[in-house]
C-alpha cells in the first residue's frame, strides 16, 4: 500500500457557496490521515481560504501542511488577465493570505507561474527573507523550466515543485525538470493526474474542461485497454490512473482537487492499488504518450505581468 503522506487535498473549487461540503472534506482528509492541504490566494477570490480558515479552527496547527500559491490576477467577469510576482509584492500578497486564513505562518509559499521578466534570483530572495522572519516554513514553485529550478536551488532550498502530470500527459518526462528535482531532492506534487476527467469512469459529457470535447464514443475507445486493466486489478480508471502515477514515480505526490468527502475517498482507495514494472509496461502499450497529442492542459507563460502565450 501506498503512504498516504503521498495524496493531497486540492482545495481550488472550495468557496462559500459549497463551505458546508468543503469543510466536512477538509476535516475528512484529516481524521483519514491526509494533511497536504493545497490552495491559491486567488481561488474563488480568497473564498478558499477563507473555508480553510473556518475547517482548521480548532485543530491542531502541527496536523496538517497548508501549501499556497500566489500572484495570478483574477478579473471581475472569470478568468486571468495577468501575474503578479514582483518580489516587492511578495510580502503583501503573504499578509493579505495569512489575514484570511487566520494564521500567523504557512508552511509553504509558491508563486503560482513564473515571470519571464522577474529573475528567479529575486523572487526566491523574497521568499527567503519570509523564511527567515518566520512567516513561511518552506518555499514551493510549480510549473517552470529545469533552469529556472536550478537557479532557484542556488538561492535557497526549494522543498516541493508542483507538476502537471498524468498517464495522458507525459511531457515533463522528456523535459529535465523530474532529474533536476531530484538533484537537489526537491518533492514532487502532481496535478492534472485525471486529465480534466478524462481519465474516468465518468460519461464524457458529465464534466467540463477537455471531457466536453470529447464524444463518449471516442473516449471509450481511448480508455479500452485502461478500462480492461483496471477490471483486471478490480479497481476503477480513476483508481488506476493515480495508481500508474505513484508506481512509475516513487518520489512523487498526487493532489487531488474535490469538495466531496466521496471523491476524495476514491483517491484514497487509489493507495491500495499495487502495480509491477510490468503492469506499467502494459499501461502505457494500451495508453501511449502520443495518444492525446495535441490535448494537453494550456500552460500560460507569463512576462512583465501579463500573458504572453499558452
Excluded at 487535498?9 to 462559500?16: A, E, I, R, W
Excluded at 477570490?45 to 475547517?55: D, I, K, P, Y
Aim: a negative charge.
Amino acid at each position: 500500500m501506498t503512504d498516504i503522506k503521498r495524496l493531497g487535498l486540492g482545495c481550488m473549487g472550495m468557496n462559500m457557496s459549497n463551505k458546508d461540503r468543503s469543510i466536512e472534506t477538509i476535516r475528512y482528509a484529516l481524521d483519514n490521515g491526509v494533511t497536504l492541504l493545497n490552495t491559491g490566494e486567488f481561488y474563488g477570490g480568497g473564498e478558499s481560504e477563507m473555508v480553510l480558515r473556518e475547517a482548521l479552527t480548532g485543530v491542531l496547527r502541527d496536523k496538517y501542511f497548508l501549501s499556497v500559491k500566489f500572484g495570478v490576477l483574477p478579473q471581475p467577469g472569470g478568468g486571468i488577465y495577468g501575474l503578479d510576482v514582483k518580489p516587492f509584492n511578495v510580502k503583501a500578497h503573504l499578509a493579505y493570505s495569512m489575514h484570511r486564513l487566520g494564521l500567523d505562518y504557512i508552511d509553504l509559499y509558491q508563486p503560482a507561474r513564473m515571470d519571464e521578466s522577474v529573475p528567479v534570483e529575486e523572487l526566491i530572495g523574497a521568499l527567503e527573507d519570509c523564511v527567515k522572519e518566520g512567516y513561511i516554513g518552506s518555499i514551493g514553485l510549480t510549473q517552470l523550466t529545469p533552469e529556472n529550478l536550478e537557479r532557484a536551488a542556488k538561492v535557497h532550498p526549494i522543498k516541493m515543485v508542483e507538476l502537471n502530470y498524468s498517464l495522458a500527459n507525459r511531457d515533463i518526462e522528456k523535459s529535465g525538470i523530474l532529474e533536476t528535482a531530484g538533484k537537489h531532492n526537491i518533492d514532487i506534487l502532481a496535478f492534472g493526474v485525471l486529465f480534466h476527467g478524462l481519465l474516468s469512469d465518468a460519461p464524457a459529457d458529465n464534466g467540463g474542461g477537455r471531457r466536453q470535447r470529447l464524444p463518449e464514443e471516442a473516449k471509450e475507445k481511448l480508455l479500452a485497454g485502461i478500462r480492461e486493466i483496471a477490471g483486471e486489478k478490480n479497481t476503477t480508471v480513476e483508481n488506476l490512473a493515480q495508481a500508474y502515477v505513484y508506481a512509475k514515480n516513487p518520489r512523487m505526490s498526487i493532489l487531488i482537487g474535490t469538495t466531496r468527502k466521496e471523491h476524495l475517498q476514491d483517491s484514497i482507495d487509489a493507495l491500495s492499488v499495487d502495480l509491477t514494472a510490468e503492469d506499467i509496461v502494459r499501461i502505457e502499450e494500451v495508453f501511449p504518450a502520443q495518444m492525446l497529442q495535441g490535448m494537453t492542459m494550456r500552460n500560460f507563460l507569463f512576462k512583465d505581468g501579463q500573458i504572453v502565450r499558452s
